[in-house]
């Protein structure tokens, strides 16, 4: 199961650069915007969860372009150093944590890292519609295409 969320996070960080290069193509900001940066402080909120430290962004912050760059970048390293060590054994330990608004919540990690995963794939969807809707081309990010491009081995 390791290897496969590992896989999964290869394909997040894919599948957001493309969404951001769709972006900042389409030179649309607004919404699709917002939303890719809420996906990339989500991402970062549960990494934090599951390390014990402090939120860093809040949950729907205002990043620029470059910013959202930025931290896809910084992300793709903080995740590859979170799972490269992990073990099976880990996947079902417990995480403790507190949501935005400060209810307690105890998950197994591995439910937390699909969350994460399919969290970000709803939001890129709902991008996705609303640049459809505007007129612009959204990045195509479908698993499958990532596997048969090469993207994802």
Same mark, same amino acid.
């Given at each position: *199961?390791?290897?496969?969320?590992?896989?999964? @996070? /290869?394909?997040?960080?894919?599948?957001?650069? $493309? /969404?951001?290069?769709?972006?900042? *193509?389409a030179g649309c900001a607004g919404g699709p915007l917002k939303r890719m940066s809420h996906v =990339?402080?989500? $991402?970062? =909120?549960?990494? $934090?969860? *599951?390390?014990? /430290?402090?939120?860093? @962004?809040?949950?729907?912050?205002? @990043?620029?372009?470059?910013q959202c760059e930025a931290q896809a970048d910084e992300l793709a390293q903080l995740w590859k150093e979170f799972l490269s060590p992990a073990d099976e054994a880990e996947l079902a330990l417990p995480v403790r944590y507190r949501n935005s608004k400060g209810e307690s919540f105890t998950s197994q990690k591995e439910d937390v890292l699909l969350h994460v995963i399919t969290h970000s794939a709803y939001h890129r969807g709902q991008i996705a519609a609303e640049m459809r809707a505007a007129g612009f081309s959204p990045a195509y990010t479908d698993f499958i295409h990532a596997v048969r491009q090469g993207f994802v081995e």
């Amino acid at each position: *199961m390791l290897a496969h969320i590992r896989r999964l @996070f /290869v394909y997040d960080d894919w599948a957001n650069r $493309e /969404v951001l290069g769709a972006i900042r *193509m389409a030179g649309c900001a607004g919404g699709p915007l917002k939303r890719m940066s809420h996906v =990339l402080s989500a $991402e970062r =909120l549960w990494l $934090e969860r *599951m390390k014990g /430290v402090g939120q860093t @962004f809040a949950v729907w912050p205002d @990043f620029s372009w470059q910013q959202c760059e930025a931290q896809a970048d910084e992300l793709a390293q903080l995740w590859k150093e979170f799972l490269s060590p992990a073990d099976e054994a880990e996947l079902a330990l417990p995480v403790r944590y507190r949501n935005s608004k400060g209810e307690s919540f105890t998950s197994q990690k591995e439910d937390v890292l699909l969350h994460v995963i399919t969290h970000s794939a709803y939001h890129r969807g709902q991008i996705a519609a609303e640049m459809r809707a505007a007129g612009f081309s959204p990045a195509y990010t479908d698993f499958i295409h990532a596997v048969r491009q090469g993207f994802v081995e």
